[in-house]
Nanobody, 125 residues
């Protein structure tokens, strides 16, 4: 079965850290660019980061605090989130897109091929 499964979300205090994982099954993750999106209540789903063959992207709101990576041997991608803020609270989704749709300017959600189910991240004291 072709799927992405996220894990690692939870409740963390402001300034804390979390690492999200995105495990792929049924296909080879490094055949695509992998991205992370988030959606807060009442807001549009936004692209946070992506990692392709030749491009890495971070939204301005997370640059310098988040880091995306991929372990090809484990067929898994990660999003390391540091210095978390209450405004980072959202459901986080990993997704795959063809490499052409992940650039230094962003990730195009309309070309997502596979979505994960999402994991909740709550930043609160």
């Amino acid at each position: 079965q072709v799927q992405l499964v996220e894990s690692g979300g939870g409740l963390v205090q402001p300034g804390g850290s979390l690492r999200l994982s995105c495990a792929a099954s049924g296909f080879t993750l490094n055949s695509y660019a992998v991205g992370w999106f988030r959606q807060a209540p009442g807001k549009e789903r936004e692209g946070v980061s992506c990692f392709g063959y030749s491009s890495t992207y971070y939204a301005d709101s997370v640059r310098g605090r988040f880091a995306i990576s991929r372990d090809n041997a484990k067929n898994t991608a990660y999003l390391q989130m540091n210095s978390l803020k209450p405004e980072d609270t959202a459901v986080y989704y990993c997704a795959t897109v063809p490499n052409a749709y992940c650039s230094t300017y962003g990730i195009n959600r309309y070309y997502v091929t596979i979505w994960g189910q999402g994991t909740q991240v709550t930043v609160s004291s």
